[in-house]
């Protein structure tokens, strides 16, 4: 079910540009109509294009041909402005817990409906946190990367070359990703394995090495 709440906080997509990336947040609030209030408020100057609830009810706040108020500053693949280059999807969530299965299964299903509308590819699906390293820890170790990635909607799994085994070749290996955005060594390390494998502690091992 679609339901439509239009958020004021939206405007043209700058530059021509249209969406290559899909950037997936948590809410932080404590309900989904909270989540959807903010959203909606002009006070508040952040909006999202989607939000899905726990029950896997979807709200349309902007329409897909505008440039929403999700990302804010960071980069990914060397691009910057990532508002007007991307999708939005918020997930009431507090980062605190699991993601529902019917939130999940409503993500899938909206996924891959914006995927194929413009032609974005698994590359393209992002975690907040990925394009704005320290700055945002959305969607958090808590979100099933891995279910996506199954399903041909988000991309993961593929081993770098390493080279030799140092912060120089990882870091080397993480821009090949994607990871653009300034962080220190400690931080990318912390934020890919955010994404990949938030299980994982301790110094730089090979397996970092795998996207």
């Known amino acids: 079910m679609l339901r ?11 530059d021509g540009l249209t969406p290559t990336l899909i950037v997936i947040h948590y809410t932080a609030m404590e309900s989904a109509q909270a989540a959807v209030e903010r959203l909606c408020d002009p006070r508040a100057e952040v909006s999202a294009h989607y939000l899905i ?10 329409e897909e041909d505008q440039r929403a108020w999700h990302a804010g500053a960071g980069e990914w693949s060397g691009m910057n402005d990532i508002n007007s280059r991307s999708i939005g999807i918020e997930l009431d969530n507090r980062g605190t817990h699991p993601f529902s ?11 891959g409906g914006i995927m194929q509308r413009w032609k974005i590819p698994a590359a393209g699906v ?7 390293p320290g700055r945002k820890s959305d969607p958090g170790p808590h979100f099933d990367w891995a279910r996506l990635e199954r399903v041909g909607l988000a991309q993961g799994g593929t081993l770098r070359p390493t080279g030799a085994l140092d912060a120089s070749a990882f870091r080397e290996a993480a821009r090949s990703a994607g990871y653009t955005a300034k962080a220190d060594g400690d931080m990318l390390l912390r934020t890919t394995r955010l994404r990949h494998a938030p299980w994982r502690t301790g110094p730089l091992q090979a397996a970092d090495f795998r996207f």
Do not use: F, K, W, Y
């Not at 439509?4 to 405007?11: D, L």
């Not at 299965?101 to 996924?111: C, G, K, R, S």
């Open 4 to 14: 439509v709440q239009s958020s004021p906080n939206c405007g043209p997509r700058r």
């Open 53 to 62: 609830d726990a029950q896997g009810a979807v709200t349309r706040m902007v």
């Open 101 to 111: 299965a019917p939130q999940m299964d409503a993500l899938e299903v909206l996924l």
């Open 126 to 132: 992002i975690g907040h946190s990925d394009m704005a």
